[in-house]
């Protein structure tokens, strides 16, 4: 069956540090790849997608690319801020099967 | 547009009584599913409605659970009688098509049930 593996966290960081959440997937196929994330009080938001082999999605000076050869699709941001703080999904949907969700990251961010 | 909401936001109820959560879907979107989040655990799948029907609902746990979705707008999941490893955040997302690349999910903010 399709799961993600995500890194433990909480993940403690201080401000303008480099950011890695490694996520790792299992699938039959092509899944497309997400990450999402919740920020304190909010709920679940699409931060970034990939739909094929090296793909690389973007936003907010987030980054992660689609690696089909190691299954993999981590999170990086070159320097973290204080509002990143957030919990981060990893996610996968295979062929329109239902989303497939990591365990979350907690991030923590100190200023 | 308006997001998907949910109500409540929080709901703490007793060992043995019913709860039941809304959602409302973005207007136009056919799609609605219901996960939730246990303890702090993945986000797990409960079950999908395209419009009205039941698409899938193979994550739902047991038959204390029910999900409505009459009229094919806003939808209900009742748990009856609600036990103490429903506690979490439940999730209600919806899409306009299924194809999730070109169709997104969108979230609500979940309603965190505390059952004591």
């Known amino acids: 069956g399709n799961s993600v593996t995500q890194m433990e966290g909480p993940v403690t960081l201080s401000e303008e540090a480099f950011l890695t959440i490694n996520c790792t997937y299992t699938?039959?196929?092509?899944?497309?790849l997400f990450w999402y994330v919740q920020y304190p009080g909010e709920g679940l938001q699409l931060l970034l997608k990939?739909?094929?082999?090296?793909d690389k999605g973007s936003n907010k000076g987030f980054e992660a690319t689609y690696r089909k050869e190691t299954t993999s699709f981590h999170l990086e941001k070159g320097s973290v801020q204080v509002s990143d703080s957030a919990v981060y999904f990893c996610?996968?949907?295979?062929?329109?099967?239902?989303?497939?969700f990591g365990p979350g990251t907690r991030l923590s961010v100190l200023p | 547009e308006a997001g998907v909401t949910q109500f409540p936001s929080h709901s703490v109820i007793e060992k043995g009584q019913t709860v039941t959560l809304r959602c409302d879907p973005i207007?136009?979107?056919?799609?609605l599913y219901w996960y939730r989040r246990v303890m702090g655990k993945e986000i797990k799948f409960l079950l999908h409605?395209?419009?009205?029907?039941?698409?899938?609902e193979s994550g739902m746990p047991n038959n204390r659970f029910l999900a409505e979705r009459t009229g094919g707008t806003y939808s209900t999941l009742k748990v009856q009688p609600a036990e103490l490893e429903d506690s979490g955040v439940y999730f209600c997302?919806?899409?306009?098509?299924?194809?999730?690349?070109?169709?997104?999910?969108?979230f609500g903010n979940g309603t965190r049930l505390t059952v004591t």
């Open positions: 409605f395209v419009k009205e029907s039941k698409q899938d």
């Open positions: 990939a739909t094929k082999a090296d």
């Open positions: 997302a919806s899409s306009r098509d299924v194809n999730s690349y070109n169709s997104p999910l969108h």
């Open positions: 699938a039959t196929g092509y899944p497309s």
């Open positions: 996610a996968l949907d295979n062929y329109g099967q239902n989303f497939v």
């Open positions: 207007s136009g979107h056919d799609n």
